[in-house]
């Protein structure tokens, strides 16, 4: 049998010690809660129950069964509670509520990250900028002015980057000059801040956004960290966008993240003598990422650049209201994944299923990728 903690809070032990099982991976821990009906029942499943899991198999089944039995598993996961207690961390997990829907829609999202600060990670605008550490000063300044024009259209785009050195930290700092939203994705647990440099932009964030991370405390920022945090920059937004970096850099692996989740990348192009604009220059030659000059171009990719009070006339006269709701929200908001959708207009799956094909058939909308609904221009 499962070993039974002392922990108050045994469900959020629980969701911890899942993070925990050596070699299960996020996709499969999911598969398996899943297909067992929960978290509880997956704690109390027999070995032969999990060997019916597809695409789990012998080897990852007895590792998840050790792992659920494993002491010294709990009694990490029941420091962390305690930690989380102490120092007011919120976590979430997968199946929560409030969990992001953009990340719901990547099938490697973390089981749980944990966040310090308050913000809304399902707000309607969220943008990733990302960069070379070692920007130009004209990279900073690029960066400084596509946030100061980002604020001037709306103040409620939340910005996400990584706290590191250069187009990261420049980002952040935009943003809070600007009383926008940041959210920074850390490598490491959040126990520590690294770079410890950038503590006081960390404390700053805090109180205009949060910190967020997939690590438990105690965890340094080891290199690997630093891939596998770009994932969550990349799924928690809209569109990524890229100012100077090299070839090498992680944020093109950030952007092939983005691209791979069906999501908009944009790049912002340099000089082809400068080693900081061969990766935009790369990424907007291979179409990998749409070529952007100003935070006009990025409004108008997403569809954010329209007047609330802009409609086509002659089409929308045609529509019922139900289609005229769910246009208008399209209209406001740009390209919405069906969730949003379906939580702004409060109709029902099958409902809105039949609306929005009514208007896919008048050539209204068109359905993309990953159930994400864009207006026809």
């Avoid at 926008?180 to 490598?187: F, G, P, W």
């Avoid at 090299?246 to 790049?267: E, F, K, P, Q």
């Avoid at 799956?349 to 990728?369: D, H, I, M």
Wanted: proline residues 5%; charged residues 25%.
């Amino acid at each position: 049998m499962p070993v039974k903690s002392k922990t108050k809070d045994q469900h959020l032990l629980h969701k911890i010690a899942l993070s925990l099982i050596p070699y299960a991976g996020d996709v499969r821990i999911r598969r398996l809660i899943t297909y067992v009906g929960g978290i509880e029942a997956l704690f109390n499943a027999k070995p032969n129950t999990l060997l019916k899991v597809p695409g789990v198999g012998e080897v990852i089944s007895s590792q998840v069964y050790q792992g659920l039995n494993n002491k010294e598993i709990l009694l990490r996961a029941e420091k962390e509670v305690e930690f989380i207690s102490k120092f007011d961390i919120k976590p979430c997990f997968f199946l929560d509520e409030d969990y992001p829907f953009r990340l719901q829609h990547c099938e490697d999202a973390p089981l749980i990250f944990f966040t310090m600060g308050e913000t809304d990670l399902n707000k309607l605008k969220i943008l990733s900028i990302v960069g070379t550490r070692k920007p130009t000063n004209e990279g900073k300044k690029i960066t400084k002015e596509l946030v100061r024009e980002l604020a001037s259209f709306s103040k409620d785009i939340t910005i996400v980057s990584g706290l590191a050195y250069g187009v990261d930290i420049t980002a952040h700092k935009a943003a809070l000059e600007q009383d926008m939203e940041t959210v920074a994705v850390l490598a490491h647990g959040l126990d520590r801040i690294y770079p410890a440099i950038h503590r006081n932009t960390a404390s700053e964030i805090i109180n205009k956004g949060c910190l967020l991370t997939e690590f438990l405390s105690e965890q340094i920022p080891d290199k690997p960290n630093f891939v596998k945090r770009n994932r969550i920059i990349a799924g928690l937004s809209d569109a990524t966008i890229v100012i100077e970096a090299g070839l090498r850099s992680g944020a093109l692996i950030t952007a092939d993240i983005a691209n791979s989740y069906n999501r908009d990348v944009c790049a912002i192009p340099g000089r082809t003598s400068d080693p900081y604009s061969a990766g935009p220059n790369f990424l907007i030659k291979s179409h990998r990422a749409a070529l952007v000059e100003s935070a006009a171009d990025i409004l108008k990719l997403l569809n954010w650049s329209i007047s609330k009070t802009e409609t086509k006339p002659d089409l929308f006269s045609t529509f019922t209201d139900d289609e005229k709701s769910i246009y208008t929200i399209l209209l406001n908001e740009g390209n919405c994944p069906i969730d949003l959708i379906s939580r702004q207009s409060g109709f029902a799956p099958g409902k809105l299923s039949s609306v929005l094909l009514n208007l896919e058939f008048q050539g209204a909308v068109e359905c993309l990728p990953g159930k994400i609904f864009k207006l026809c221009r």
